[in-house]
């Protein structure tokens, strides 16, 4: 009889051991998850960034080229022929020329999102 009731002692300190463990599990399964939508979710919002930047900067080298043909062009007509079309020309192939080489900055603040704490 005493050693029935110490193994029904022993099994119910294990049954108690094996639900806080499960508690705990739990909890970090839960933190996990957290961390793995919010990481998710950030990368959504990075990729977004990405693309944008990756866009604007190929629309500027557009801007840069057609900026350059103008001006190219302008050139000799601001030589040989009439002022008026080749200083227009001149004029606006150098500003396509520098708002196609003008650094863009961000000021998205995406890079300083801080982790989830686990």
Not at 18 to 39: D, F, H, I, P, V
Not at 43 to 70: E, F, M, N
Not at 92 to 103: D, I, K, N, Q, R
Request: charged share 20%; hydrophobic share 40%.
């Amino acid at each position: 009889m005493l050693l029935l009731c110490s193994h029904a002692s022993r099994l119910e300190a294990d049954l108690e051991e094996s639900k806080t463990e499960k508690r705990e599990l739990r909890k970090k399964a839960e933190n996990w998850m957290q961390s793995y939508y919010g990481e998710k979710e950030r990368s959504a919002v990075l990729g977004v960034a990405l693309r944008k930047d990756s866009s604007k900067g190929k629309t500027q080298s557009i801007v840069a080229a057609i900026g350059g043909i103008v001006a190219g062009a302008g050139i000799p007509l601001l030589v040989t022929g009439p002022i008026g079309f080749g200083l227009a020309g001149v004029v606006l192939g150098f500003t396509l020329l520098v708002v196609g080489f003008w650094p863009s900055q961000s000021n998205d603040k995406i890079g300083n999102v801080n982790p989830p704490s686990i």
